[in-house]
């Protein structure tokens, strides 16, 4: 069973920067789609950006110029590049894959599109 365990979270203060990391383990990642979710306290899960397998990437649009997701096949993992970090991004961050190996079935951001979620990491900004 394909495991990830993200890292990189930590507190910032608004405008700061963090690289959150998920690494991959037991399978290769190459042909998944790669995504970043994020859940805060009292409400729903949220995609924040995808990665397919021939590196297409889409975001949300609160994350947009701000957020960059890549990948490494080799290494196994994905990363999340957050700058101009706001408190409004803080929350739990979950790294998941799914999808499939010509890309994604539904939208980047359906959680039902992934089958394979990390116990995530958390982020917390303050103002």
């Known amino acids: 069973l394909l495991q990830l365990v993200e890292s990189g979270g930590g507190s910032v203060q608004a405008g700061g920067s963090l690289r959150l990391s998920c690494q991959a383990s037991a399978y290769s990642i190459s042909n998944y789609c790669m995504a970043w979710f994020r859940q805060a306290p009292g409400k729903n899960r949220e995609g924040v950006a995808g990665i397919d397998s021939d590196g297409t990437t889409n975001y949300a649009e609160s994350v947009k110029d701000r957020f960059a997701i890549s990948r490494d096949n080799e290494k196994n993992i994905v990363y999340l590049q957050m700058n101009s970090l706001q408190p409004e991004d803080t929350a739990m961050y979950f790294c998941?894959?799914?999808?499939?190996?010509?890309?994604?079935?539904?939208?980047?951001?359906?959680?039902?599109?992934?089958?394979?979620w990390g116990q995530g990491t958390q982020v917390s900004v303050s103002s």
């Open positions: 998941a894959a799914g999808g499939a190996p010509m890309g994604w079935v539904r939208p980047f951001y359906d959680a039902n599109e992934y089958h394979h």
